[in-house]
């Protein structure tokens, strides 16, 4: 039981890290980053705060929504058999309020975390027209950060211990709404990908944070989080014993 316990925080600490190598990596190639964050990124991009930091206030939000829309769903469906959140298990009104908070604390170090990526990896666009070998290594840069943010998500999400924010959210809507995850989070990608939009072009004249890497990891991601647990699930499964 304690080694799999030790399995289990091991490989949820490192999907943590792996997601946010990959969000950094996104934002770093300049081609458009993940539509999650693509609100924080655009805000850091026009205003010039940290990522990480306007990544804090974006997860905040998103905190403070799940647990209104837990609570809508708990009193809507309280007589009947609603399942909670899935990322927690089949858990009780209480642990999933819990769960929900304890995603501040989790988004605090995670976008510590963020920040640090920021600072070490440099910008790969020069700000002008890219030359052709330029753009193959943005190219190449944005692939491994689709790669490391499913991989990531997959990681972190398979352990079932605290979701990270823009994954819990996407899961409370679902929840409350009564739709699947995937058709949600296509959704929540969009009013995303457009608020953004419209900060880029209200505020600075020109788009912001997304751009053809957005679309790319939109579709990318989720077919990364696929594959890997498609190989590796069962795995980690058995050496972590995480309960289904």
Do not use: W
């Not at 975390?113 to 330029?134: C, H, M, Q, R, Y």
């Not at 739709?179 to 880029?200: A, P, Q, R």
């Amino acid at each position: 039981m304690r080694q799999s316990a030790v399995y289990r925080t091991f490989f949820y600490l490192l999907g943590l890290l792996f997601l946010a190598l990959g969000l950094t990596l996104n934002t770093k190639a300049g081609l458009g980053v993940s539509a999650i964050i693509s609100v924080s990124s655009s805000i850091s991009e026009v205003f010039g705060y940290s990522f990480g930091n306007t990544t804090l206030g974006l997860y905040s939000v998103f905190i403070v929504l799940e647990i209104i829309l837990h609570t809508v769903r708990d009193r809507r469906y309280e007589k009947e058999t609603a399942q909670a959140l899935k990322n927690a298990g089949r858990k009780n009104r209480r642990l999933v309020l819990l769960m929900d908070i304890l995603q501040l604390p989790l988004s605090i170090v995670f976008t510590r975390v963020l920040n640090v990526f920021s600072a070490v990896i440099p910008d790969l666009s020069s700000g002008g027209k890219s030359t052709p070998g330029e753009m193959a290594v943005r190219v190449a840069v944005l692939l491994t950060a689709i790669a490391f943010t499913g991989i990531g998500a997959a990681m972190s999400l398979d352990m079932r211990i605290i979701p990270n924010p823009g994954d819990g959210i996407v899961q409370a809507i679902a929840d409350c709404v009564r739709k699947e995850v995937g058709f949600t989070k296509n959704c929540v990608d969009v009013v995303n990908i457009l608020i953004s939009t419209f900060i880029g072009l209200f505020f600075a004249g020109h788009l912001a944070g997304v751009g053809i890497g957005t679309i790319l990891a939109v579709i990318g991601v989720g077919r990364v989080i696929s594959v890997f647990n498609r190989l590796f699930y069962e795995k980690m499964n058995r050496l972590a014993c995480v309960e289904v």
